[in-house]
């Protein structure tokens, strides 16, 4: 049944509806497009919930301009056949009902407007005024999402604030102090790495959790330092005592680097990874110099001494992570492989194909690769992503 033609008022309600419409819409995609948690999502690196956080909400910005600028132009097409004549015909108000009521706009499954027909054909047709509706509600949710990534940089920037200042102070006294108290004072090296820990911090901001507890420590010993060389006596046990704790922390943390780093090295071939790092022995002797220094009241030293232990317990932690990280990584791509592998197995099971000849001796390459020790990962990735394309390949034929 042929849908009746919209007379001239209902046209020019329809059209005044969609042009606030598209004013409000347009007010937040200026919103949106202007704010400043949107330049951090888009300054790549980040990581947690705010890296997931960053997808959705830059595929929705997508989605919203794409559709933005499609109703815009659905809109400017109704305006100007509604501008032909002043009391338009049948004709005219056919046109106008087939634009302002019908399904006018193709969108992919993604919610891309379709406006390329060799792009293929669109999942879904939406009307204006659905399609209306529809970016009012998503600007609003990209803003909303926008101002709580926001508000958590913010949380993290009122979480540096402190130590920041304390550090400040630290350079004022050290200046007051004068002599060698502040030219034996890493304030500005310290300040530094909490700038990069709380840049860290900002690339996910949802999931951080302050500034790291070993840095906070330092600083304060920094500013103890700084304001009494004299109280170092008092302070120097508890302070011994925390050093030892890192150590063994470090320890502990090398000794897994080590395990998985050796496990890397016989499961992967030409694995390239990194030395395991062993600070532990230096790290140790150091700590029997500070007694050493301690009992020879040499407290200027000392608390030089003592800044340099901090630093370099610090560093190792990170050197035997990056050294486990970089071996475990190998690992698990393997893992990983092995994973889409089965998948795309369970996959041409489905399709009937598992004794598809071609596609079974792929997969039997592939899987010698990935179950051959020490294996050989980028020819496994090669193989995986082969049998892969040989499988899409069938599906897209119709597998003979």
Partial sequence: MTTPPMSRDEVDRAIVGLVAAYDRISAAMYEMDGHPALVLLRSGGLRGKTQQVAVEVLAAVDVLWSQFAALGAQLDRAKTVR??????????????????????????????????????APTTWQTLPGLAGDLETVAAEVVRALGEVEASSSRVAAWYVVPMDALARARSEAVDLGGDALARSDVDGIAARLGEAQAEALRDPFGASGPPAGLLAEIDALTKRIAGLAGLRTAYPEMVRRLIAAVDKVAAAESEARRVH?????????????????????LRAHLAQLGQLERERRWARLADELSIVERSVAQARERAAHVYEAADGLLQRRAELRGRLDAYRSRAGRMGLVEHDEL?????????????????????????????????????????
């Fill in 83 to 120: 501008a032909e004549r002043s009391r338009p015909g049948e004709g005219e108000l056919r046109v106008l009902t087939s634009v302002l009521r019908g399904a006018v706009i193709g969108l992919t499954s993604d919610g891309i407007v379709v406006d390329d027909p060799s792009a293929g």
């Fill in 262 to 282: 050796a496990l890397a090295e016989a499961k992967i071939a030409h694995a390239g990874l990194p030395p395991v790092p062993d600070a532990v022995p230096a």
């Fill in 360 to 400: 079974s001796a792929r997969h039997r390459a592939a899987q010698d690769l990935l179950y051959t020790s020490p294996c050989d990962l980028p020819a496994a990735t090669r193989a995986v992503v082969a049998y892969q394309r040989y499988l899409n390949d069938l599906t897209e034929r119709g597998h003979p």
